[in-house]
Every structure is written in C-alpha cells, then in structure tokens.
C-alpha cells in the first residue's frame, strides 16, 4: 500500500506514471530504507523500454515476474524421489511399439509388435487385452509400428507396416471399433505425432514420417465435426469403416484437411516426427550424419515446404521439444545430449555423462529437467537452468543384452514408464513433503564457520563432515567415516582456525587439518561410550563436556603422541547431574551448565569452584545418595562454604517446572563478551537457555538471576547462540523455529525483581521443518549471518532479518555480495553509551524490519507482503534481461497468423541487418557501483572487527 501511494498522490484518483527522480524520492520517502542508489538501479529494471517514466502496472509486473522466476527456480532444484522400480505384468509377446495417455478416462494404453494392445487403469491394473488388426495382412504377418491419441476427439490412431493407418473410435458401443482407415500411403510410416489447439480443437495436425525420409502431415480444419468426409454412398451406421486412400487427401478430395510434405531425410528412416505449434513447424530426426534434424515449415504463399538442417555426426536416435525454453534436446548416437535452438545451426549445451548411445530423450516441462536414457540402461536427470547432472539411476532396469526402448513420463501423475523388449517397468516419483534440499544425506549434528578461510563445517550423525564455501554455498571437501560408524555430536575450531575438533558418541576426540588429515586422538571417554556434548579450547587445555559430573581436561600444549589421555581436573564434582555445556570469559572465568538447572562458575587457573546458582529458590543442592558412586566411582559431592547460593532471587517459571527438576536444563551458556564492565554495574554478563523454552539472564558477579522469559512457547528445550559483540540472541526450538532478539539494551542495570519482559523480537524464521540442533553467527561482507543446522539435513544460512539466503547443497549457487537486500543489518561504527556510572559500549544496526516476522506459506499479511518485495525487489539478484512471455501462435485456416512473433513462416532475413550493437553494460562503464563497497563518513578502524587474544576461544556454542 505505500508503495502503491507514490503512483497515486492524495489529489489524485488514479495511478499517474512517475519519472525517475519522482521514484527515488517517493519511493524513499513511503519505504524509509536503502539508498538513492539501489531505487535507481531498480527504476532502470523496470523501465526496460527506457521510457523515462513507469507506472503502477510496470511496478506490480516486474514483481510478479521476479516471484514467478524464484519458485521456477525452485522447482527446478528439486531432485525427483522414486519409488521402487515395478514391473508390469502384461501379455505382450513382442516389443512394445508405444505407450499413450488417455486423458478423458485416465488410463493408459500400450501396443506391442503382433498387435496386442492393453489396457491400464488409474491404478495400474491390467484392465483388458485386445487383438488390434486389420483385413489387408493376415495375423501372423501383422506388424505395428506406432500408436497416438487424438484425445480431442477421443480417438487412437495405429499405424501399420501395410502402410495404412486405423483410427479407432472410443465413443462408439463397441470399444476401439475402427472407424476411418487410410491406406495407399507410398511408403511405410514407422513414427506419428498429434497436435491440437487446446483453444479451438477442430485445428489439429496429425504428422507421421516413413522409411524413406519424408515427412507427411494431415492438417484438420474441422476435427470435432470429422476428421475426413464420408462418401456418399456410405450409410450413417457407425460401425461402418470408412476407407480413405492416401491420394484422395494429397489431391484435396476432402475439404475438411489437406496435406503437407518435405523430404528433407535424403531417403533415411524418420526415427520421430513432431509438430511445434508456436514455431509453426515439423521437427524430425534420423539417425545419419547429414540433415540429422530437419525444421521443416510452409511460408505464406508459397506452396513446397522450407526446411532447414541440423547435421550430428553419427546421428539421433529421438529429440524433444521444450516450449518454454524454445530448446530441442536430441538423443546423439555419439553417447551426447545436444541442446538446440530451433534458429541456430550449432549446439547451445552438449550434457556429457553418458558412457553409450542415448536413445530417448523428454523434458519434465514444469521443472525445466529432461530425462535422457542411454544404451547401457542408465536414466540421467538434468538441470537445465545449469545443465548438469543432477540424479543418475542405473542398476535397477531389467538385464537384457539387446532391447527395444520407449521412455514415457507422464508428468501430470509423475509416472515414469520404460520398455525393455516387451516388459514394461514403471518409476513413480514420490511425493514431495516440506523441503527437499538437503545438505547432508543424515541429520545434521553441528555447523561452524571459519573466518580464516571463510567455510563453513558442518557433521551430521553418519560421521560425515563437510566443507562449504560461505560466499556461494558450494561444496570443497567431504570427509567420510571420520569416526567410523559413530555418530559426530560437536565439533570445535582451534585458535588459529586451521584445525578443528569432532567428538563421536564413541568417546572420542579427534584433531584435524583441513586436508582430512588426523593428528591426534583424544580418549575423553576413556575407552568408554561417552555422549560428548561440547569441546571448550582454551590456552593451555581443552575441556570435554556432557556425560559426567566432572569436567574431562587435557593438558596439551604441544602434543606428540597420536593417542592423548586425560588429566585430572583439579576441582571436585560440584554438579550433581551430567555437564551439558560450558562457557569462558577471559582471563579466567569459566560457567558450566549442567542437566538439572544448576550452574557452576570456576576459577580456570585452580580449577576451582568459586559460586554456584540455580533459578529454583526451593532447590535442595545435594546429590542423591549413592547414585553417582554406583555409576561412576566418584566420591559424593561436599558442602563447600565458600559457595553462595541465590536465596533471594528465584523463577517466576518454578511453579510450571518444579514437578520435573530437569525441565531446567542448561542447554547452552554464553558470556556476553561485548558487554564492558556491565556485571560490575549489576547488569547481566551471562545468558543461558535450555528446558521449557526459556531464556535466563546472570549476573555472575553478584550471583544474581536479573531476567528471564519464554522465547519458545511449548518448546521442551531450546537452543541459542549470540553473536561476537553481544548483540543479537539467537533462539531454535525442536520445531525448525529460529527467532531473533535484539539484546542491545536488555538488562544494562540491576533490578529490584526480575523482569520478564520480552526483549525486542527481530525476526522469526521458519527455515527447517524438524529439530534445530546447532545455531552459529558469523560476519560477511559487514553482514551479520545465521548458520542454522537441523535435523531435517539441512544446513541454511540466512541473514539476521529473517531473509533466507539459501540451502547449503541446493542447485542454484548464491552470491552475498549481489543479492543485499536492504533488509540486512549492516555492523556500524561504535557508539557508547552509559549505565549506571560506566560507560558501555554497544553497536547501532540498521533494521529495516525490526519487529517484522517473515511470510510463510500458511499466513500473508499486507505487511509481510511488503517484506517479500523488499527482499525480492530490492535485492540486487536481478536479471539484465527479462524474459518476456509471447502468446502461443494460433492457427487460423491454416495460412493466417494470429501471432507471427517468433514462427519460422513469418522469417524476414532483411530484418537481422537492422540490429544494431549492443551498447555495453553499465556494469563495465561504472564497475565502482557493483564491485566497491563504499563507507562514507565511517572510519575504517572503527569498521575493522577486533582481535582475539590469547586467551579467548573459539569453541562451540
């Protein structure tokens, strides 16, 4: 709505166009984001036919375009799923010739050599076996060649090796009683092929091609009234076959259709026929080097066909027509899939893989995918968007040495049928749930970025890692089997970000390079299964964490030996249940958070306990007699008076949990390290998260517990992660949730009770659809990114806003430097600001959507509307050239153009020496506006990002 008010000013009742500078300051003035820069940028997209002006028509064109091109985008990114391979049991005795659809009854019909033609229905159940013939052969000489529906007028046409053609009616009381038959054809017809206008269906083409190169076609003018005209001396009973000659139709007996004809082949076998209806020509193939593929098409007022050749060495066994893409795939002898444009002589793709010849070709309209299948029974499914490769299924068709194949896919019902001889085997495509990108084939367990080389790493439970460039989410490296058949729980980057830790549930912790090379093993488990939940690196030692009440500690400098053992950790077992997770704030405080709630904080240097504090006032801190030495052989925790325990600051939450003490799991710690000086102020340093869905904010140095509230409702445990300068709280739940919370100015100061208001709530994003195991924040191009892995397989990364910017392992490869949308939070200069005598530092960031939530599938609003064209249009992923969608020509009388744009009999040749050159692109005349970034009035130091010191770490969250 405020966009639609810069074309409709208050004094005025309709739409009125703007200029460009109207735009840039309107549009400006109504959003309240961006720059001058980016609305110039887009007023030029929209403005393709630099009119100087744009209207509310352009506008909403141009955005339903862009959404329109990103869900093909996406549909084209989904790999099919199949189900098993079925075979079909029929009573074929000889190859099957074809395979048709039979739209008005929903069943499908195939028609084997000897002339048996089943019927299938709905269901795939073998309904009836007919015996198709006719009078001129005797059966046991019968040979079929083809079979086509002309579903517009509800009949099947069949070809025979007696060069005549049946045409079956399935109206009549007798099923498949044949109705016309035309015969005296010169030459035996081995391929056909049926068109008709789905806006006038008495227009239609019926094309077939023959051993002899030519290429014939009956063109109906009126269909739905007959096909051809009854003799006079025929009765008006329906069962009465009429027979047609060939010459009859050639010599325009019959008024209703005529002829057309080419011999573009040469005298060599037309392997298939087609009619395109918005080229307004024939398409044919053979299997010879010369006039490989012939287009053949008739100019207005000439009478012979033009045509035109393609040459492929060693020839195409089949092609297929895509008419969104104006493409022709062809099936080479020469083991290729060769990619056409209908006006040019030479390949627009070659699609390599193939290791025989391929034999069959069809493009899955919808996805922009085409299936090939080759001689050594290997079905290849390709991307055209980036011709590749995208699924490759061998080893599950039948073993035959030499066989006969029709490939037929049905996209309506995502049924795939091949035949191999007369076996007919069926691929059913499964039914798509939720998302289908996935970045791991198991669920992933931990995801982490390292700034040094700017990757990403990411494990998952089949004891895989894998190595992501965060720039384009492209794979590098994958590492297999790094634990056997364990499952990777956590990992950990070093300092130096050139080694990384995974922990396995086998109890162990491995270091490695990023060549996949092992350097040493650590036995925290002490040969024992152990369900490692966190690895702390610190200076001098690493600490293990998650399946005992004391902290697992190695000492290691400089490690030499391969297989490193534990040392023992100074302090006692303060904790009475397991330690979940662990934080550290320089230069020695270490937090750990354990299963029942409590919270221990230690003196790193001694390795001991300093305080301890829990959120439930009524909790007793003593462990249950005998537990702990039965399992684990540990002496029972003592009293240790040093220790103050909150006593007059308690839950607001304890009356919902106290039936279940585990529903205070500590699920994650951190230190909010961008906060200065805040704790001695008596404001909160430490923020932990875990059972109920709740958020808890500390004091450590009072030992007081300042805020909490319920950040996930109904959630039974949560994680978190915040960000380098103490910012931004991130949230997930076991739901695929993740929220976004703004913490800047969240529990500065001390407070008399504890607050339970809701920080301000950025964003919520809905990017996975199972459990949320591991949240990471990182920094790219002055941005600040999520890293969500889950469950679901999948890793995504998106902005702090709430955009999505892609799937780690989709298809199509993302650029962050070009597709910016001004939604982003952008790190800004530093600003201090005072609490409580102290002066604390926090960062001012740009939020365009602050309180916004971004769309889902299952609930639009007219403000989430608005957000998805400011991260659809404002963005700076927008294609140079738009692909203007041009109705499909018409046929009208057949010699009158609807819509000559783009068919080959409308070709004017003198129009091509009118194009003049391409001017170059901006993008070449001003690089400084797409490949600098430029900070003004900003100083570069205070936009650098700090340091760590030595004694930070760079553990897990």
Known sequence: ????????????????????????????????????????????????????????????????????????RTNSSLVPQWKDIKFLQSHHKEPIQSIVYLKNSHRYLSLSKEGWLSIWGENLKLQQTLRVATDSVRLRDLWVTSMISLANVNKVAVAFTSKEIC?????????????????????????????????????????????????????????????????????DEQETTIAITWQELVKGNHKCCFTLQHKGHNKEWVRQVSYCSNLEAFISCATTSLNTLVLGWKEKGTAPMKTSSIHVNEGVNAFDYHPGLNLIASAAVDHQVYLWNPYMSKPNGVLQGHLASVIAVQFNITRRQLFSFSKDKVL????????????????????????????????????????????????????????????????????????????????????????????????????????????????????SETRFF????????????????????????????????????????????????????????????????????????????????????????????????????WNNNSEKASSRFHPCLNRVLKSKPGKYNLLHQQEEPQAIDNFTTVSNRYSLFTADCEDNEFNYIVSRLFFLEGRKNVSIAGGANLVACGGCGIVRFWNTFKSLLLAEFEAHANAASIIMTVDKNSDYLITGDVNGHTKVWNIQDYCLCSSDIVITQLPPMVAEIQAHNDCINHLETCVQDDRLLILSASADCSIVLSDISGSVIGVFGQDEHWRIGECSPPSVIKIAPKEEKTVGQKQVRSEECLSVFKHSIPITEEKIDPDSKINIWKSTVLGNRFRENRIQ???????????????????????????????????????????????DIKFEDADNEKLMFPTLSENDHRGPL
């Not at 239609?204 to 014939?216: M, S």
């Not at 991307?383 to 073993?399: E, N, T």
Request: charge should be negative; aromatic fraction near 12%.
């Open 380 to 495: 290849r499914i390709w991307d055209m968007h980036h011709q590749l490769c995208v699924q490759r299924l061998a080893g599950i068709f039948p073993k035959c040495l030499d066989f006969q194949t029709i490939l037929y896919f049905n996209e309506l019902s995502g049924q795939l049928f091949t035949t191999f001889n007369n076996q007919l085997t069926l691929l059913e495509m499964k039914q798509e749930t939720g998302k289908c990108v996935k970045s791991h084939e198991k669920s992933v367990t931990c995801v982490l970025y390292n700034s040094l080389f700017k990757q990403v790493i990411s494990s998952d439970i089949g004891s895989t890692v894998t190595v992501w460039m965060i720039e384009t989410g492209q794979k590098i490296k994958q590492f297999s089997g790094c634990h056997g058949n364990s499952e990777i729980t956590t990992m950990a980057l070093d300092d």
């Open 885 to 931: 969608k041009r109705p499909r020509p018409q046929l009208s009388a057949w010699g009158k153009m609807q819509n000559p744009i783009g068919t080959f009999s409308s070709l004017h040749m003198e129009d091509l020496e009118k194009i003049i050159d391409v001017p170059e692109p901006d993008f070449l005349r001003n690089p400084h506006k797409y490949f």
């Open 167 to 235: 045409f079956y009616d399935l109206n009549s009381k007798e099923e498949f009683s044949c109705q016309y038959k035309l015969h005296g054809i010169c030459n035996t017809l081995i391929c056909m092929h049926y068109w008709y206008n789905p806006e006038d269906g008495n227009e239609a083409v019926l094309t077939f091609g023959d051993i002899c190169g030519e290429v014939n076609a009956i063109c109906f003018t009126t269909a739905l009234i007959s096909l051809f005209e009854r003799p006079n001396s025929s009765t």
């Open 1 to 72: 709505m405020k966009i639609q008010k810069v074309f409709m000013p208050s004094n005025f009742k309709e739409f009125v166009p703007v200029n460009r500078k109207s735009f840039i300051d309107n549009m400006f003035t109504a959003l309240g984001c961006g720059v001058e820069e980016e609305y110039g940028d887009l007023f030029d997209r929209i403005d393709v036919a630099r009119d100087g002006f744009v209207n509310w028509d352009k506008v909403t064109t141009f955005m339903l375009l862009e959404l329109y091109e990103k869900e093909e």
């Open 502 to 601: 995974t922990a396995s549930v086998d109890g162990t912790v491995k270091i490695w390079d990023f060549n996949g090379h092992c350097h040493h093993k650590l036995n925290a488990g002490r040969d024992q299964a152990a369900d490692i939940s966190q690895i702390l690196i610190l200076k001098r030692s690493i600490l293990v964490l998650g399946w005992e009440r004391i902290i697992t500690v190695f000492r290691m400098d400089t490690p030499t030996e391969f297989l490193v053992q534990p040392s023992e950790w100074k302090g006692k077992a303060e904790h009475q249940n397991d330690i979940l997770c662990a934080a550290f704030l320089p230069p020695q405080t270490l937090a750990t958070g354990s299963y029942d709630g409590e919270i221990v904080l």
